[in-house]
Structures are given as structure tokens and as C-alpha cells.
């Protein structure tokens, strides 16, 4: 089974710059004749999150064009630069499922890796949230499939990956779902987004991973001292490989023209 993971899109209105520098919609086509191209085709496709920039229902929608052209299934959970029922209205309860309670909280079955998808969006907040509810829902999931290996998308990563995405912004209730998530040895990975950065980090008997933005990477500065800000960078995405050796292996793609493919010689 191949995943291939998009995140932190930022996609503005049709002819608009994300921050007024970078041209994130065209970063998208790329990612999408990329993925398109990919052999063997990738079966599903995820989207962890700021899809939009400013929660606007015309960059939803133009985004929405754009993926379209996707030709795999496609999987939506929200970031803190959307608007969740923006993201649902626009691109529908196949993509961007809304619970009952009003989250973007469902579960991916058809695949021979299942995925949860978790809503940490925190309405008016930068940094994630998940309720006791919420987890109470999280554990009820995991519990239908104990032996199934599963993956959760979500956009906040859950612990604090030294960059001030993370140790600003915050996530409540990281700490209960952490403490949920290590009682599950069958959660290979959490995959978020939101740092706009590759990380991969051992957490609580998983690997967090966090993908790279298609666009806009952020400045990478460790001492505490920077604010925020980031590079335009090349189109990249990750591609998820769940092996017969039932290994995930991650392969961050970079969409570039590159000399080559040369022998080794
Ligand atoms: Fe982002
Ligand atoms: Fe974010």
C-alpha cells in the first residue's frame, strides 16, 4: 500500500500569493502530476491540514480544483488556517467527513492500513486541541481494530518538536492522548503537518512524522530566539510505503528537475 501525504497546501484565492511570496497553487498541480506519476500508483492520498490560508470558502474551493485532478481517493483533516465546515461543505463527507459533534473525526477502513483521521483544530488557537470526549471516541476506534496496524493523520504534532510551531502554539490534551496512544502497539504512525517541516520523532511507542509544507518551508532555528518565518521551497511531499514486511517506510519527495537517472558505473 502506498499513502501519499500533503500538508500545509495554503492555498489562497485564484491569483493571490500566500503571504504574497509564494505561488502555493502551482506547488499543488506539481505535487499532483507528481503523485499521478508515481508507479505503482499510490492508493489513497492525505491532506494533514491548512488547506486554506484564511479559512476563505474561494480557496477551499479553488484547492478543491486542483486535488480533483487527483486520480486516487483523497482524505481531508482540518489545520488551524481552515474553517471545518468550510472544508466540509466545499469538498464533501467522502473527503472531509464531519462527526456528528461537528469534528472532522472518521476512520478510513479499506485499506490494509488503517487510518484514523483526528480533528485537533482548536477554533481561534494556532496549537491543537483534543478533548476527553474526543479521546473517549479515539479509544473506542482503536478498540474495534487491536490488531490491525493503523495510522492517525492529524495536523498539530503532539509534543513539542523545538521549533516555536510547537512550543508556542501548544496542544491541550496532548498529554491524554499520548498516554491513549501508548496502550495501542498497533499505531505504527501518526502522521501530522503544521511545522512545515520533516521531523520524525519517537513518541509514546510511535513515530510522529510530520510532513513537509508544498511550499513554504520553515526557517529552521533551534535556539528559541527567531520568530517566525519561512523559505519558499520546492514542491515535496511524503510518500508512505507499507511493505509485505509490514514496514512503513517514508520517502520524502522532493518535485524537481533533476539530471539523470545515470548508471552506477
Ligand atoms: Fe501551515
Ligand atoms: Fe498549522
Given at each position: 500500500?502506498?499513502?501519499?501525504?500533503?500538508?500545509?497546501?495554503?492555498?489562497?484565492?485564484?491569483?493571490?500569493?500566500?503571504?504574497?511570496?509564494?505561488?502555493?497553487?502551482?506547488?499543488?498541480?506539481r505535487?499532483?502530476e507528481?503523485?499521478?506519476?508515481?508507479?505503482?500508483?499510490?492508493?489513497?492520498?492525505?491532506?494533514?491540514?491548512?488547506?486554506?490560508?484564511k479559512?476563505?470558502?474561494?480557496?477551499?474551493?479553488?484547492?478543491?480544483?486542483?486535488l480533483?485532478?487527483l486520480?486516487?481517493?483523497?482524505?481531508?483533516?482540518?489545520?488551524?488556517h481552515?474553517?471545518?465546515?468550510?472544508l466540509?461543505?466545499?469538498?464533501?463527507?467522502e473527503?472531509?467527513?464531519l462527526?456528528?459533534?461537528?469534528?472532522?473525526?472518521?476512520?478510513?477502513?479499506?485499506?490494509?492500513?488503517?487510518?484514523?483521521?483526528?480533528d485537533?483544530?482548536h477554533?481561534?488557537?494556532?496549537?491543537?486541541?483534543?478533548?476527553?470526549?474526543?479521546?473517549?471516541?479515539?479509544?473506542?476506534?482503536?478498540?474495534?481494530?487491536t490488531?490491525?496496524?493503523?495510522?492517525?493523520?492529524?495536523?498539530?504534532?503532539p509534543?513539542?518538536?523545538?521549533?516555536?510551531e510547537?512550543?508556542?502554539?501548544?496542544?491541550?490534551g496532548?498529554?491524554?492522548?499520548?498516554?491513549?496512544?501508548?496502550?495501542?502497539?498497533?499505531?505504527e504512525?501518526?502522521?501530522?503537518?503544521?511545522?512545515?517541516?520533516?521531523?520524525?520523532?519517537r513518541?509514546?511507542g510511535?513515530?510522529?512524522?510530520?510532513?513537509?509544507?508544498?511550499g513554504?518551508q520553515?526557517?529552521?532555528?533551534?535556539?528559541?530566539?527567531?520568530?517566525?518565518?519561512?523559505?519558499?521551497?520546492?514542491?515535496?511531499?511524503?510518500?508512505?510505503?507499507?511493505?509485505?514486511?509490514?514496514?512503513?517506510?517514508?520517502?520524502?519527495?522532493?518535485?524537481?528537475?533533476?539530471?539523470?537517472?545515470?548508471?552506477?558505473?
Amino acid at each position: 500500500m502506498l499513502i501519499a501525504q500533503l500538508s500545509d497546501t495554503h492555498i489562497m484565492a485564484p491569483g493571490e500569493k500566500t503571504c504574497g511570496v509564494a505561488e502555493m497553487d502551482a506547488h499543488l498541480r506539481r505535487c499532483v502530476e507528481s503523485i499521478n506519476a508515481v508507479l505503482p500508483k499510490p492508493d489513497i492520498v492525505l491532506v494533514t491540514g491548512d488547506v486554506t490560508h484564511k479559512f476563505k470558502e474561494e480557496e477551499a474551493q479553488h484547492a478543491a480544483v486542483i486535488l480533483s485532478q487527483l486520480e486516487m481517493p483523497l482524505f481531508i483533516v482540518p489545520g488551524n488556517h481552515d474553517d471545518r465546515q468550510v472544508l466540509s461543505r466545499v469538498f464533501g463527507p467522502e473527503i472531509c467527513p464531519l462527526s456528528d459533534e461537528g469534528y472532522v473525526d472518521y476512520v478510513i477502513d479499506a485499506y490494509p492500513v488503517r487510518i484514523i483521521a483526528l480533528d485537533t483544530l482548536h477554533v481561534g488557537h494556532a496549537g491543537g486541541h483534543i478533548s476527553a470526549a474526543r479521546l473517549d471516541w479515539l479509544r473506542a476506534q482503536l478498540d474495534d481494530a487491536t490488531e490491525q496496524p493503523t495510522v492517525i493523520m492529524a495536523h498539530h504534532p503532539p509534543l513539542d518538536i523545538g521549533v516555536p510551531e510547537t512550543y508556542e502554539d501548544g496542544f491541550s490534551g496532548a498529554g491524554d492522548l499520548g498516554q491513549l496512544i501508548a496502550q495501542y502497539p498497533n499505531i505504527e504512525r501518526v502522521l501530522c503537518g503544521h511545522v512545515h517541516l520533516h521531523t520524525n520523532s519517537r513518541w509514546r511507542g510511535t513515530v510522529v512524522t510530520t510532513a513537509p509544507s508544498i511550499g513554504m518551508q520553515l526557517t529552521l532555528d533551534l535556539s528559541g530566539t527567531d520568530a517566525s518565518r519561512f523559505f519558499l521551497s520546492d514542491p515535496a511531499y511524503l510518500l508512505h510505503h507499507w511493505t509485505a514486511d509490514q514496514a512503513l517506510i517514508t520517502h520524502p519527495i522532493q518535485v524537481t528537475d533533476l539530471d539523470g537517472p545515470f548508471h552506477f558505473t
